[in-house]
């Protein structure tokens, strides 16, 4: 009864192609976000959802697009993939202000 | 724009001892919260523990302890008994009031504590 879970773990990919990070939560909470994690250790936003509406979109490139079937999910699909994406892509949600993070999708981008 | 800044990029304790970590941050809300995450190797985020503006009094978690000085604003977190299963990288992070979902949580770098047997 994992709180928030993400898929796949690692995932490892080719320079111009197009993949997605699925993001599901059950705790009921009404907004989720995706934060990068970067070679550094350094967490940042990306985008925010409350209910299924786009809140926060942090000058992330196009090539990076959400989508919120409902509000217990959060996907994150990206195009044309570049070496500089290679990161640490954490979901997570909330509800009182305490974020729930998932264990994180390791994005190697070759 | 908030910011938070963690001064020590790396720390180490010896099991048993007390460690603390330092975090100050920049704002101009009065009310807010403050966090400490826990990233141990498994790459796992865990909340360690959390702490409202408002609130006078310093939050505790067990051996986990906090020193907040809102007027100073600072908010460091205190290791008590530190324990081999410590080890890992400690974020702070702020975060602002509700706004409906646009509140966003800001991190510090991290300080990466070692904890020597």
């Known amino acids: 009864d994992t709180a928030v879970s993400q898929t796949p773990k690692y995932l490892v990919t080719q320079m111009g192609n197009d993949k997605s990070i699925k993001c599901e939560q059950n705790l009921g909470h009404d907004t989720m976000y995706w934060y990068k994690q970067d070679s550094k250790k350094f967490l940042k936003i990306m985008f925010s959802?409350?209910?299924?509406?786009?809140?926060i979109n942090e000058t992330v490139p196009n090539r990076f697009s959400p989508k919120s079937p409902d509000k217990a999910h959060l996907n994150l699909h990206i195009n044309s993939l570049e070496l500089g994406d290679s990161a640490v892509y954490f979901c997570a949600s909330s509800q009182t202000g305490t974020l729930n993070f998932g264990p994180g999708t390791r994005l190697t981008v070759t | 724009a908030q910011t938070v800044t963690q001064s020590q990029p790396e720390m180490s304790v010896q099991e048993a001892e007390t460690v603390t970590l330092s975090c100050t941050y920049d704002t101009s809300e009065s009310d807010y919260y403050l966090f400490w995450y826990k990233q141990p190797p498994s790459r796992q985020m865990i909340l360690v523990i959390r702490?409202?503006?408002?609130?006078?009094q310093n939050a505790t978690e067990n051996r986990f302890s906090v020193n907040f000085q809102k007027a100073a604003k600072s908010f460091s977190l205190k290791i008590s008994d530190s324990q081999l299963g410590d080890a890992a990288m400690y974020f702070c992070?702020?975060?602002?009031?509700?706004?409906?979902?646009?509140?966003?949580?800001?991190f510090g770098k991290g300080t990466k504590l070692t904890v020597n047997p």
């Open positions: 992070a702020y975060r602002p009031p509700p706004q409906g979902g646009s509140e966003k949580l800001v």
């Open positions: 959802y409350n209910n299924k509406e786009l809140i």
């Open positions: 702490q409202e503006a408002y609130k006078q």
